[in-house]
């Protein structure tokens, strides 16, 4: 992984631990150049975070990845997504309500474009 991209993961850790989740929005907005720019190594930074500890930063991955002009592997993205969706923190999410809007409304077009209507939506 870039070192770029582990100071990101130890940041997402370090701010997410100390509930600092305002500098921790910060940080990921200023961030989404660099993971766009990291694309291939995107699944190596969800598997570095926990999605109940670090939900802000598997949230921001998870949007760059869907917001990428073609998804290499929609299957992979669908599953990353939706178990990110039933297991995620609440009360971190809170602090990027938009956000996961988004996604989940990326979500859906890319299953509404593969007409792949699932019951999920």
């Known amino acids: 992984m870039a070192s770029a991209l582990e100071q990101f993961v130890n940041s997402v850790r370090q701010l997410s631990a100390q509930g600092q989740m305002t500098q921790l929005c910060e940080l990921i907005n200023k961030s989404g150049e660099l993971l766009a720019k990291n694309l291939s190594h995107l699944d190596t930074v969800l598997g570095a975070l926990d999605v109940q500890e670090h939900s802000l930063g598997v949230?921001?991955?998870?949007?760059?990845?869907?917001?990428?002009?073609?998804?290499?592997?929609?299957?992979?993205?669908?599953?990353?997504?939706?178990?990110?969706?039933?297991?995620?923190?609440?009360?971190?999410?809170?602090?990027?309500?938009?956000?996961?809007?988004?996604?989940?409304?990326?979500?859906?077009?890319?299953?509404?474009?593969?007409?792949?209507?699932?019951?999920?939506?």
Do not use: W
């Open 59 to 121: 949230l921001a991955v998870l949007f760059v990845k869907f917001s990428m002009p073609s998804v290499p592997d929609f299957e992979t993205l669908f599953s990353q997504v939706q178990l990110f969706i039933s297991t995620c923190n609440g009360e971190h999410i809170r602090y990027a309500t938009d956000t996961f809007a988004g996604l989940c409304h990326q979500l859906t077009n890319a299953l509404v474009e593969r007409k792949q209507v699932r019951n999920n939506i």
